[in-house]
């Protein structure tokens, strides 16, 4: 399909950039796209999906868009610079990749603003939201894992912690290390656990294989509170709309029966707000989402690995003592499951785009 010169002269084009697929030339959340390009579309702008390698010669030369009539997307010609950038890369292996960074270089260069610059790394969340005296009373102890010494430190002080890759999401490569009043040790993860008498096996054997290619954090563990025996946490969704942030839904995450996590893919449920919560409860999750917002936006400001944040999501949990602990934050949220939230995100994000037309 070739580009028309009405196309090439549409004042207002939303790039998407995401990744080719395994078996296919584009992937990533294919349903979200759809929806971008056709509430644009009805707002008089246009959605076009890029990848890395669009770039060639110093200048984008394909693309796809969304046609309706045919339920698709098809390949473009291109010939000209999106308005603004919205990254959706769906694996960070593929932000560590010199195509990705040309194309970062090349928003630079002319000047399009790309929001979604790179996955957070959580320790540099944690640094971040601990400078905030406010928020710093909301997030667990958390540190890098640099020694067996300082895991065992932390483990006797706290008795369970959680170990989470530095660079992980979904809730892949999350265990839970737990030292008991009888002097034993038990790590769990998604597929199993491995219990001993000695830290050291749990160090040899578990714990030192999981760093020979990746950073881990150890966090400290609460006891949230749970419902039917299982615990709960909650899912937020934020949006930086008209130069202030919005929470666009709270949705509910319940783990399964001795599940580590509440994440839906590692066999969690999703609960209904009014099921198990207050106002109250609320309005205070919706405060520390913003302050979370401004703090993040201001500590990353500078930073060209983050670019421009407009949305993130977070885990929020409450404890048996009734206090609140940020969990984590992520800048690429995934699809939330409740209509009402994913409606009033997707239309946040329109909005959004539309403040740079």
């Known amino acids: 399909m070739k580009i028309n010169k009405n196309f090439r002269k549409q004042p207002f084009i939303v790039g998407i950039l995401t990744t080719a697929g395994k078996n296919s030339k584009i992937t990533g959340n294919l349903s979200l796209f759809r929806d971008i390009s056709t509430r644009l579309a009805k707002r008089g702008g246009k959605a076009v999906l890029f990848t890395p390698d ?11 868009v969304f046609i309706k009539r045919k339920n698709c997307w098809v390949t473009i010609d291109f010939d000209g610079v999106p308005t603004v950038i919205y990254n959706r890369i769906p694996y960070r292996k593929d932000e560590n990749t010199d195509q990705f960074k040309l194309f970062k270089a090349w928003c630079n260069d002319h000047n399009v603003p790309m929001f979604n610059g790179g996955f957070f790394k959580k320790w540099d969340v944690y640094n971040a939201l601990t400078n905030d005296s406010t928020l710093k009373k909301h997030i667990p102890f958390t540190q890098l894992i640099r020694s067996k010494e300082q895991l065992e430190e932390q483990l006797n002080k706290f008795h369970s912690l959680y170990l ?5 999401s979904k809730g892949n490569g999350i265990f839970v290390l737990s030292r008991h009043e009888d002097e034993t040790f038990h790590i769990k993860g998604h597929s199993g656990m491995y219990g001993t008498s ?3 096996n749990i160090w040899e054997k578990k714990v030192n294989p999981l760093l020979f290619d990746r950073e881990y954090i150890l966090q400290q563990k609460t006891d949230i509170l749970t419902y039917e025996e299982c615990p709960f946490d909650y899912r937020v969704l934020a949006h930086h709309v008209k130069n202030k942030w919005v929470v666009s839904g709270i949705g509910i995450r319940q783990s399964k029966l001795n599940g580590i996590t509440t994440h839906v893919l590692k066999g969690g449920n999703i609960l209904t707000v009014d099921e198990i919560t207050t106002e109250k409860d ?12 401004n703090t993040m936006e201001q500590a990353f400001r500078d930073s060209s690995k983050f670019g421009l944040i ?8 409450k404890t048996v003592e009734g206090a609140f602990y940020i969990f984590d934050v992520n800048s690429k949220p995934m699809k939330f499951d409740e209509p009402d939230i994913y409606e009033a995100g997707l239309n946040h994000l329109v909005d959004i785009f539309l403040e740079y037309e």
């Open 164 to 168: 989470k890759p530095n660079e992980g």
């Open 310 to 317: 407009k949305e993130f999501s977070m885990d929020v949990g």
């Open 54 to 64: 669009s770039l060639k010669e110093n200048r984008l030369t394909s693309g796809f």
């Open 198 to 200: 000695f830290f050291q």
């Open 282 to 293: 609320i309005r205070k999750i919706q405060n520390l989402a913003i302050l979370c917002g």
